[in-house]
Structure formats: C-alpha cells, structure tokens
C-alpha cells in the first residue's frame, strides 16, 4: 500500500518492515490448517468436533463472564474521568469525518453478518424459540424473544468487545506512539523488550489466527448468501462449486482494493454499503409493515434492556447447552475472533478522538443501527410468517441464507431488491476482506500503518482459502466451529489486555486528577461542623468535638492516635 494513499494519516516516521518470523509462523500455521482440512476431511472433523464438544463443556461460562466484563468495562471507562484522554497528541483533531468513521466502523464490523442473520436469526428464534424463553413457537411472546436475542447477540456486548480492543489499540498507537500491534498493548504488563521479543510476537500471532478464522467465517456466510440468492434470481443451483466461484471472484475485487488504499477503496466501498443497506431497509419498512414495525422498535428496546442481565449471565448449567453453544457462545467467540481484526481496524480510524467519544461512538451508534435493521428486516419477516402472507418456515429449514431473499420476495420488486441485497453481500465480502487483511499486514509488519501491499494480498488469499476449504469439509457447522476453537486462548488474552490498559490510564495525566474520595468530602463536612462549634463555644469546652476534629482530618491509613484523657 503506497503512502500516497494515506496521505491523511498521521506522522508515524518511516515504518517497520515485515516481521518475517510472525509472516512465516502465521502462514505455514495457516496452510497447515488449510492442507488438513482439504486432504483429511474424515479426521479434521473427527478432531473439530471432538474439540468443540470439550471446549462447550468446560468453557462455556468463561465466555458469559468475559464478555458481561468487557460491556461493563466500556461503560466505566467512557463516564469516568479517563474518558477525557485523547487517542493522539493533546490537540489532535479526528482523522476522518464523522461519517466516514462510522460507515468504515459499521462496514468492517458485522457488515456480512447482519445481511446473513438480519432475517434468519429472528425468524428462526420466532419459529424455534429458545429454551430458555419459555415462549411458544409462532406467538407474540416468540417473537419477542426472538428479537431479546438477536438484539443481544449483535448489539452493545458485541461492540464493547470490539470497542476494548480498539481502545487498546489505539491508546498504543497514538497516545504512546508504540505501533499498531496487540503486542504493544501488553507493554505494561510485560516491558516493551518482551512485547517487542517471543512473547509479543505469540501475542501477534494469536491474533493472526483469531482473525484469519473469525474473517473465514464471515467470508463463508457471505459466499453462501450470495450463491443462495443467484440461485433464487437466476435459477443457478447453489453447489460447493459455485460458493468456491464466488470466493474466487469476490478474492479478487478485494485484491483491486487493497491496491487502492484505506482512504479510497475502504472509505469509498463502505460509505457506499452504508447508503445501499439504508436504502434497502428503508424500502423494506416503506412496503413492507410499516405500523407494526414501529411499534415493535420500541417495545423491542425495552423487552431487551429488560431482560439483559438474565441473558448476559446465563450459562448451560440451567438451560439448553447445545443451545447455547451453537448461538450464544458461537456468537462470543466470532466477536472475540474479530476483535483484534475490528480493534485493529477501528482503532486506525479512530486517531484524534477521546476515550469518551469513542467509546459512546463504537457502542451507541452501530448498536442503535443495529436494532433498527433487526426491527426492520427481522420484525417484517416475523409478520409476514405471522399473517399468512409468506410462507418462510419452509426457508429458513433450507439455511439462514435463504431467508432474506424468501422475505424480499414477499414484497413488490422481489427480484430487483435480491440483486440488490446480492450486491450488498459481495460489497461487504470485499470491505471485510480487505479491512483484514490490511490489519494482518499490520501485526505482522510490527505495527506498520501502511504494510507492503504484497503481504495485505497475501492475507487476503489466505483468508480466502481457508472459507473455502471449511465450506468443502462441512459448511457453516464447520465455520462456527473453528471459530469456537480458536477464539478459546483468545478470550485470555482479552482479559489480561483490560488489565493493561487500566494499568495505563491509571497513569495518565491527560485523565487529570482523581477525584476525591466520598471520605474526603465528609472529612471537609465535620471539620466545617466542629470548626464552627468550636468558634462559637471556645475550644477548651469541647475537648470531644476536638477529637472528633482531629479523627475526621486523620487520614484512614495513619496509624490511630494515642487516647486523650477528658479533662
């Protein structure tokens, strides 16, 4: 990538080379897995499935813990007084544009996810509540249910693990100019020689494969959803040859992006993605039921902040663990997969902002678009189910996939809103895509802002063939479950990554002084009170309000003072 293309990015001096011992590690890991996959089916899904199985069983609640950590860790950190700190220079200005930072946000986050699940994971909770909910399938109490979940599953704890990683990132980058690197956010805990030595570059590698396969996955869902609307638009039956097809093709539009830089093929493709999602949701709501979608954006908000402590600490001990491992914990480990891809990224973009404003920025305004497009898509797919005037059931049993083209199909110009939606896909598959492989050419270039184009392709390719051959072995069972795999070291290092980062503001002189203490504050009160007693009735009277004086002003970690004898 040329440093022409990021001529609005700020002054890092010249930037590091490859680091050729994570380059090689990562890639030889990767083809391993690939080669696996590919020539040992039988045994790659008798080892994945045996791994996952034992990973659900013991694992499971270190999933809910992390992630109810990080969302209480983000709300924290954006009202106290560390929210002030600014990811850059004092006076730094922000880099890009208020839209442009959330199209970029919102585009590299859940931009292909959203397309595949905005429709089928309402539909599905709707038609198949879950268990925990208790609800009938099919009723009013389904519905509701089945939007508390989807809101969950896709709104502030996802954002807020993508938001402390960003944090972190980017606090690293700009505030302390160490490199755009997970590695370099461990500085506190483990000294800059060991962050720059073996064990940052594990670190950096951890990341690499979280994000080659939390990627893969995605770019999986995306070539499933574009074969499955080719096949209802132009009657092209879906096949494992045509989803590898679109991986290819898709691949190389990406590869024309990354040559085009951040601030043009990224910017550009996901500001046009913001517009065509918007345009594609406001028809939907236009046509489709309009009054009942409405009401149910509120309604839904409210039932889901109801009910988000229940869901956010439920684990398998009271429930459906098979559930909860194929929604709630899949869920968890995709977004911890992504994490260091979306940090990295969104920390890229977000230099010159406050902790504050980012951290309201990552949290409010994707979740808030979010819930909006669940209600929309999601909430007139139910209706049309509900009414009679679709019969989607039968789809969604054939995939998530095809549930989004089933419920467009149902309004007036079906087949041009396919299209639509289909492109939208294959934009989002391209912007994913190149977002991460620009992030893996970063931890692998020792944090570079701008790393060789040669080796953002290289990721790239790499994702590409890892969607595909997971396709081949087992379709989405085995995107998920690789996914769930390696995003099990991930979560710990996750958690020791709030560590550091607290470690660090704590320190900051940016955050400005810390408040006082509430014992301070009643301190200052009963000295006032004694003070005034004291002025008003002569000191030699109140040898106990004296005390009480010289107990309040007596900080609590001094030892206590000898006994006066009362006169």
Same mark, same amino acid.
């Given at each position: 990538?040329?440093?022409?293309?990021?001529?609005?990015?700020?002054?890092?001096?010249?930037?590091?080379?490859?680091?050729?011992?994570? #380059?090689?590690?990562?890639?030889?890991? !990767? %083809?391993?897995?690939?080669?696996?996959?590919?020539?040992?089916?039988?045994?790659?899904?008798?080892?994945?499935?045996?791994?996952?199985?034992? #990973?659900?069983?013991?694992?499971?609640?270190?999933?809910?813990?992390?992630?109810?950590?990080?969302?209480?860790?983000?709300?924290?950190?954006?009202?106290?007084?560390?929210?002030?700190?600014?990811?850059?220079?004092?006076?730094?200005?922000?880099?890009?544009?208020?839209?442009?930072?959330?199209?970029?946000?919102?585009?590299?986050?859940?931009?292909?996810?959203?397309?595949?699940?905005?429709?089928?994971?309402?539909?599905?909770? +709707?038609?198949?509540?879950?268990?925990?909910?208790?609800?009938?399938?099919?009723?009013?109490?389904?519905?509701?249910?089945? @939007?508390? +979940?989807?809101?969950?599953?896709?709104?502030?704890?996802?954002?807020?693990? +993508?938001?402390?990683?960003?944090?972190?990132?980017?606090?690293?980058? *700009?505030?302390?100019?160490?490199?755009?690197?997970?590695?370099?956010?461990?500085?506190?805990?483990?000294?800059?020689?060991?962050?720059?030595?073996?064990?940052?570059?594990?670190?950096?590698?951890?990341?690499?494969?979280?994000?080659?396969?939390?990627?893969?996955?995605?770019?999986?869902?995306?070539?499933?959803?574009?074969?499955?609307?080719?096949?209802?638009?132009?009657?092209?039956?879906?096949?494992?040859?045509?989803?590898?097809?679109?991986?290819?093709?898709?691949?190389?539009?990406?590869? @024309?992006?990354?040559?085009?830089?951040?601030?043009?093929?990224?910017?550009?493709?996901?500001?046009?993605?913001?517009? %065509?999602?918007?345009? @594609?949701?406001?028809?939907?709501?236009?046509?489709?039921?309009?009054?009942?979608?409405?009401?149910?954006?509120?309604?839904?908000?409210?039932? +889901? %902040?109801?009910?988000?402590?229940?869901?956010?600490?439920?684990?398998?001990?009271?429930?459906?663990?098979?559930?909860?491992?194929?929604?709630?914990?899949?869920?968890?480990?995709?977004?911890?997969?992504?994490?260091? *891809?979306?940090?990295?990224?969104?920390?890229?973009?977000?230099?010159?902002?406050?902790?504050?404003?980012?951290?309201?920025? !990552?949290?409010? #305004?994707?979740?808030?678009?979010?819930?909006?497009? *669940?209600?929309?898509?999601?909430?007139?797919?139910?209706?049309?189910?509900?009414?009679?005037?679709?019969? @989607?059931?039968?789809?969604?049993?054939?995939?998530?996939?095809?549930?989004?083209? &089933?419920?467009?199909?149902?309004?007036?110009?079906?087949?041009?809103?396919?299209?639509?939606?289909? !492109?939208?896909?294959?934009?989002?598959? #391209?912007?994913?895509?190149?977002?991460?492989?620009?992030?893996?050419?970063?931890?692998?270039?020792?944090?570079?802002?701008?790393?060789?184009?040669?080796? !953002?392709?290289?990721?790239?390719?790499?994702?590409?063939?890892?969607?595909?051959?997971?396709?081949?072995?087992?379709?989405?069972?085995?995107?998920?479950?690789?996914?769930?795999?390696?995003?099990?070291?991930?979560?710990?290092?996750?958690?020791?990554?709030?560590?550091?980062?607290?470690?660090?503001?704590?320190?900051?002189?940016?955050?400005?002084?810390?408040?006082?203490? &509430?014992?301070?504050?009643?301190?200052?009160?009963?000295?006032?009170?004694?003070?005034?007693?004291?002025?008003?009735?002569?000191?030699?009277?109140?040898?106990?309000?004296?005390?009480?004086?010289?107990?309040?002003?007596?900080?609590?970690?001094?030892?206590?003072?000898?006994?006066?004898?009362?006169?």
């Amino acid at each position: 990538m040329s440093a022409e293309s990021l001529v609005d990015a700020p002054p890092q001096g010249p930037q590091p080379e490859p680091d050729r011992a994570v #380059v090689t590690i990562g890639v030889i890991a !990767v %083809l391993a897995v690939v080669a696996w996959a590919a020539l040992g089916k039988d045994s790659f899904d008798t080892a994945s499935g045996t791994a996952l199985a034992w #990973v659900l069983a013991n694992f499971a609640w270190l999933f809910v813990i992390a992630a109810d950590v990080f969302l209480v860790m983000c709300v924290v950190l954006a009202i106290s007084r560390f929210g002030r700190i600014r990811l850059g220079a004092d006076d730094s200005e922000p880099e890009f544009t208020n839209l442009a930072w959330i199209a970029m946000m919102f585009s590299a986050g859940m931009g292909i996810g959203l397309m595949f699940y905005g429709v089928g994971e309402p539909l599905t909770h +709707y038609l198949n509540p879950p268990p925990a909910s208790g609800a009938a399938p099919g009723t009013g109490a389904a519905a509701q249910a089945a @939007l508390d +979940y989807s809101f969950f599953h896709w709104t502030l704890t996802p954002w807020a693990i +993508y938001g402390i990683s960003g944090l972190a990132l980017a606090y690293a980058t *700009f505030r302390k100019r160490r490199g755009n690197r997970l590695s370099a956010a461990f500085v506190p805990l483990i000294g800059e020689a060991r962050a720059d030595g073996a064990p940052g570059k594990a670190i950096d590698l951890l990341a690499v494969f979280a994000t080659v396969f939390g990627t893969a996955t995605s770019l999986g869902l995306g070539a499933l959803q574009v074969a499955e609307g080719l096949h209802i638009t132009t009657g092209i039956e879906d096949s494992t040859g045509v989803e590898l097809i679109i991986i290819a093709s898709l691949s190389a539009a990406f590869v @024309l992006s990354a040559f085009s830089g951040l601030h043009k093929g990224v910017k550009w493709l996901s500001t046009i993605n913001l517009v %065509l999602a918007a345009a @594609l949701m406001l028809f939907v709501f236009v046509l489709g039921p309009t009054v009942y979608v409405l009401d149910v954006i509120p309604a839904g908000i409210g039932s +889901y %902040l109801h009910e988000l402590l229940p869901m956010a600490t439920r684990t398998g001990a009271f429930t459906d663990s098979a559930w909860l491992g194929a929604w709630t914990i899949f869920y968890w480990a995709w977004w911890l997969s992504w994490a260091p *891809f979306v940090g990295t990224f969104i920390a890229r973009i977000s230099h010159g902002r406050t902790i504050r404003e980012f951290l309201i920025g !990552v949290l409010l #305004v994707p979740s808030g678009a979010t819930v909006v497009w *669940f209600c929309v898509m999601g909430g007139t797919a139910i209706r049309l189910d509900s009414t009679g005037a679709a019969e @989607l059931a039968v789809k969604v049993k054939d995939g998530a996939e095809a549930s989004l083209f &089933a419920m467009l199909d149902a309004l007036p110009l079906g087949t041009v809103t396919s299209y639509a939606a289909m !492109v939208l896909v294959m934009t989002y598959f #391209v912007t994913s895509a190149d977002s991460a492989s620009l992030v893996m050419g970063s931890l692998t270039s020792r944090g570079s802002l701008n790393p060789p184009t040669w080796l !953002v392709v290289t990721w790239g390719v790499l994702m590409a063939a890892v969607a595909a051959v997971l396709l081949v072995a087992g379709g989405l069972k085995s995107l998920q479950t690789a996914t769930i795999l390696v995003a099990l070291p991930f979560v710990l290092v996750m958690l020791l990554l709030c560590w550091a980062l607290v470690k660090e503001l704590r320190e900051d002189p940016g955050a400005g002084p810390a408040r006082h203490h &509430a014992l301070h504050g009643m301190r200052d009160a009963v000295d006032a009170m004694v003070g005034d007693a004291v002025a008003q009735t002569g000191p030699a009277r109140h040898p106990r309000l004296r005390r009480l004086a010289a107990s309040a002003r007596r900080d609590p970690a001094d030892p206590p003072p000898p006994d006066t004898p009362e006169a």
